[in-house]
């Protein structure tokens, strides 16, 4: 930012690069809307009026808000590299995010998250990012990567990063352990924000954690428990993702006291939401629509996040701040009708102008060290009753439910007749394939297997199925496509997504990997799933940190005691 050039540009000494006339405009710190022109110098807001310009565009009495800002974002989750998904989430008026690159991370360390900061360069948006801190969330699981302090620390010199994200292992928070308190006091240090991820922390463990310097949450479910965590001092963040939506229960804590302290975030986002619904206008057309204030959703989504992480040059329309600009008609109905960033028009009527140019494509190492031949599913009948994974629609969270085993010569075997089918994680990262084997109940399925390498955290290869030798077909099929999604029948690959990048992303355009995923998704169904994204709730399934019972390579972990437990009772 040129400061002479813009403070020349605002004085009106010198014509404005670009003058947006006769436009209503949205002002997040008086929550008025004022009619007038907005002067636009070196891609910033330098003033207000008739200034003399080498270039008018007629709002012709649309808004024009601050560009959305995503608080909290997977990339990853996406399925979609990070020009793929910012070529996505710009038409609808994102011109931010604040992505925690903690997937990748998982799988490639150091190496992800430069291969995250590398390819937000030349983006159609501003592609901001908080630190991963649990790298492995825990030790009951095998990731691809540890990063310490140590490892982290350079990374903070970067104008990019903007937070330490989630703190997802709380219990290391409430007893101080070493390794999480040398990254909470590096962050310290930087003077950065700390998010927090605590779902169901209250009392006393609570208190702990915030008093470490924990400063958001969005992992609430409850009203009672976003109010709990407000009035300690917390930040909310009201999620609206693909697998997790907490916005209609939290929604009741969301008023003229509460709403400065809250934002709106997606978190995870499959294709089909990015590109159907939308992304962060979605949640605010969802919000309104529930009878919150329109101003109100705009300031969760403009400079409530901008205030929250520091960053001063977006979430407003003010001198000072980049002209990153949503334009709309209704205000009732926030659609996109124009996106401007850094002064710059890309997009029009939700879709990205072909002069945007796609920047140059970042590569990053193969991870699949995985032979999947002679994979062994069976489980041993050792009792009488098993702990069961109830997968639970559009949440991440799960219940242990206590089932009857189905048995059969000997061995635990799957029983689609009460919805409970095998599931098993398989490290791809060490060669040695150890494998965690369960059940789960509520995917629905009749026959056949699916299977991913998106498993949440530590992204190990997940399976469900019937039969182990579908089962073993799935993450062959996985493995084959480099990373991905797989649906298998009888021994028949039915459909695949593949991820080539770290097992998680695709370098495709965000339309083809929802094509892919639809088919995928169409051929899970055809073997009886029942939800509407089964790949995402079993992405889930695998995740340590999420109450209340997960299953890593390890074995089953009871989220609720933080350890891992016996499969048979």
Not at 229 to 240: C, N
């Given at each position: 930012m040129d400061f002479e050039k813009i403070i020349t540009a605002a004085r009106g000494d010198a014509p404005v690069d670009l003058l947006l006339t006769n436009a209503r405009i949205i002002n997040v710190f008086s929550g008025r809307v004022t009619d007038g022109c907005i002067a636009v110098n070196d891609g910033y807001i330098v003033g207000f009026g008739d200034y003399d310009t080498a270039e008018a565009i007629d709002m012709k009495g649309r808004y024009v808000a601050p560009g959305f800002i995503d608080s909290h974002v997977h990339i990853e989750?996406?399925?979609?590299?990070?020009?793929?998904?910012?070529?996505?989430?710009?038409?609808?008026?994102?011109?931010?995010?604040?992505?925690?690159?903690?997937?990748?991370?998982?799988?490639?360390g150091a190496t992800g998250i430069d291969y995250m900061l590398r390819s937000a360069e030349d983006q159609p948006m501003d592609c901001l990012f908080a630190l991963p801190s649990c790298v492995p969330a825990t030790d009951m699981e095998t990731a691809g990567a540890r990063l310490d302090a140590g490892d982290l620390a350079p990374f903070f010199a970067h104008p990019r990063i903007v937070a330490l994200a989630e703190m997802m292992n709380y219990p290391g928070v409430i007893f101080a352990d070493a390794d999480?308190?040398?990254?909470?006091?590096?962050?310290?240090?930087?003077?950065?924000?700390?998010?927090?991820?605590?779902?169901?922390?209250?009392?006393?463990?609570?208190?702990a954690y915030i008093a470490a310097g924990i400063a958001s949450d969005h992992e609430c479910t409850r009203a009672d428990e976003a109010?709990?965590?407000?009035?300690?001092?917390?930040?909310?963040?009201?999620?609206?993702?693909?697998?997790?939506r907490n916005l209609d229960a939290l929604f009741p804590v969301i008023n003229t006291n509460t709403w400065h302290r809250m934002m709106w975030c997606t978190d995870d986002r499959h294709p089909h939401d990015l590109l159907t619904e939308g992304h962060v206008d979605?949640?605010?057309?969802?919000?309104?629509?529930?009878?919150?204030?329109?101003?109100?959703?705009?300031?969760?989504?403009?400079?409530?996040?901008?205030?929250?992480?520091?960053?001063?040059?977006?979430?407003?329309?003010?001198?000072?701040?980049?002209?990153?600009?949503?334009?709309?008609?209704?205000?009732?109905?926030?659609r996109a009708e124009k996106v401007f960033y850094q002064?710059?028009?890309v997009a029009e009527n939700g879709r990205l102008l072909p002069t945007v140019r796609r920047p140059a494509a970042v590569s990053v190492p193969p991870s699949m060290r995985l032979d999947p031949r002679g994979l062994d599913f069976s489980i041993p009948a050792t009792g009488s009753r098993v702990r069961v994974i109830r997968a639970v629609a559009d949440q991440v969270v799960t219940r242990c439910e206590i089932m009857a085993v189905a048995e059969k010569e000997g061995f635990a075997v799957a029983d689609v007749a009460?919805?409970?089918?095998?599931?098993?994680?398989?490290?791809?990262?060490?060669?040695?394939?150890?494998?965690?084997?369960?059940?789960?109940?509520?995917?629905?399925?009749?026959?056949?297997?699916?299977?991913?390498?998106?498993?949440?955290?530590?992204?190990?290869?997940?399976?469900?199925?019937?039969?182990?030798?579908?089962?073993?077909?799935?993450v062959a099929a996985v493995v084959e496509m480099g990373g991905g999604l797989a649906a298998v029948g009888d021994g028949t690959v039915l459909a695949g997504l593949p991820l080539p990048v770290a097992g998680l992303m695709s370098d495709q355009p965000v339309e083809t990997v929802r094509q892919q995923l639809d088919r995928v998704i169409a051929a899970a169904k055809e073997l009886g799933a029942v939800l509407s994204d089964p790949f995402m709730t079993l992405g889930f399934l695998a995740l340590p940190v999420i109450p209340d019972l997960k299953l890593t390579d390890k074995g089953l972990v009871d989220v609720t005691r933080f350890e891992v437990v016996s499969l048979f009772i």
């Open positions: 989750s996406s399925m979609a590299c990070v020009t793929e998904f910012a070529r996505a989430v710009a038409p609808h008026g994102t011109t931010a995010v604040v992505a925690d690159p903690h997937e990748i991370a998982n799988v490639l999480v308190m040398a990254k909470l006091a590096l962050a310290r240090s930087h003077h950065r924000t700390m998010d927090g991820h605590a779902p169901g922390l209250s009392g006393r463990r609570l208190f109010l709990e965590k407000l009035e300690l001092g917390m930040h909310i963040m009201v999620r609206e993702g693909t697998c997790a979605a949640v605010i057309r969802k919000a309104v629509a529930k009878g919150l204030d329109p101003m109100t959703a705009i300031r969760m989504g403009t400079i409530n996040p901008a205030e929250y992480f520091g960053i001063k040059d977006a979430g407003a329309i003010a001198p000072g701040r980049k002209a990153n600009l949503v334009v709309f008609s209704d205000l009732a109905d926030i002064g710059r028009t009460r919805d409970m089918v095998k599931l098993a994680v398989v490290d791809r990262y060490t060669g040695q394939a150890c494998i965690g084997k369960g059940f789960v109940a509520g995917l629905g399925l009749k026959r056949g297997a699916i299977a991913s390498s998106v498993a949440h955290d530590s992204h190990n290869i997940i399976v469900a199925g019937v039969s182990d030798a579908a089962m073993q077909a799935a």
